[in-house]
């Protein structure tokens, strides 16, 4: 069995779809179940109270760890010591790429720490670092679908962004074969792609214009401090306005462990033109 943490979200859903897809039995953890589905146990569990994990992982062999937000509340090594404890053999955790490309953020701290409980957890481990996502874009919805305009700080700084879908394709291939153990994987799409070209690709989606309106940094930041912490708005913009080499370069993870290259963000778009339409 394998379980599956942050289940409902955009790294999780897919997630469940491939391993349901191999086979397998799937325990899927939310702090809100939202769901009931064929072949799969959907359990409620708050990884801030590691006690109550015992339960839900009992009998599994497997767990992909996602920590949603900033996970400033959790405590890894008890987390980690409570998955051991319940007899998982593998953990799979998804990080982030900041973590090795911004070593001093304040932000990565803790899913740092996350890393090294993870590696000091005598368990075989797989760390999965992805790059930004392409469904960030989702924040645009409101505004294409409501004046068909989309607003955006750095509109010509390109970063290849990953396609959720790749990331949980990757996961189930890691939680599924060999030969994973004690590796670090980046995940990146297949390109860099700037915030004007994302939008000309929704737009293309839809099958209507949208236009794309530059922001200033002190203008976006003044947005997104409204629902981000300020220190994790500060280091986003420091990742859009200006990236680092590692952030700009497209990693051949994804290739090396599907056999086939990562999906361009015209493909999420396409997935997702109901949400802008």
């Keep these: 069995m394998i379980v599956v943490t942050g289940a409902t979200g955009n790294v999780g859903r897919p997630l469940v779809q491939a391993l349901l897809a191999a086979g397998e039995e799937v325990t899927a953890l939310s702090r809100r179940p939202d769901r009931e ?30 920590i949603a937000g900033d996970g400033g ?32 953020s304040v932000v ?7 890393e090294e409980a993870v590696q000091g957890s005598g368990l075989e481990w797989t760390v999965l670092r992805p790059g930004g996502f392409a469904s960030n874009a989702y924040l645009w919805a409101d505004s ?10 750095f509109g010509d700084v390109g970063l290849p962004v990953v396609d959720p879908q790749d990331i949980a394709d990757v996961a189930a291939a890691v939680l599924l074969g060999g030969g994973h153990a004690g590796r670090t994987y980046v995940l990146t799409g297949p390109a860099p792609v700037t915030p004007r070209e994302q939008v000309q690709a929704i737009a293309d989606a839809v099958g209507e214009p949208v236009h794309f309106v530059a922001l200033g940094r002190a203008e976006a930041r003044e947005q997104m401090v409204r629902f981000m912490p300020e220190a994790a708005v500060d280091t986003t913009l420091s990742i859009l306005g200006e990236p680092t080499d590692d952030e700009l370069r497209v990693s051949p993870a994804v290739e090396d462990v599907l056999g086939r290259a990562p999906r361009p963000f015209a493909a999420w778009a396409g997935r997702s033109a109901a949400a802008f339409r």
């Excluded at 006690?51 to 760890?65: I, S």
Aim: net charge positive; glycine share 6%; charged share 25%.
């Design 37 to 66: 589905e064929a072949g799969v146990r959907y359990r409620q569990a708050d990884l801030a109270d590691p006690a109550n994990l015992k339960a839900v992982l009992d009998g599994a062999d497997a767990l992909y760890l996602l």
């Design 73 to 104: 509340e959790l405590d890894p090594k008890e987390i980690v010591e409570a998955v051991r404890a319940a007899g998982v053999r593998r953990i799979v955790l998804q990080s982030s790429q900041g973590v090795g490309t911004r070593p001093q």
């Design 108 to 114: 990565h701290a803790q899913l740092r720490a996350f």
């Design 144 to 153: 294409v679908r409501e004046q068909r305009a989309a607003a955006a700080p």
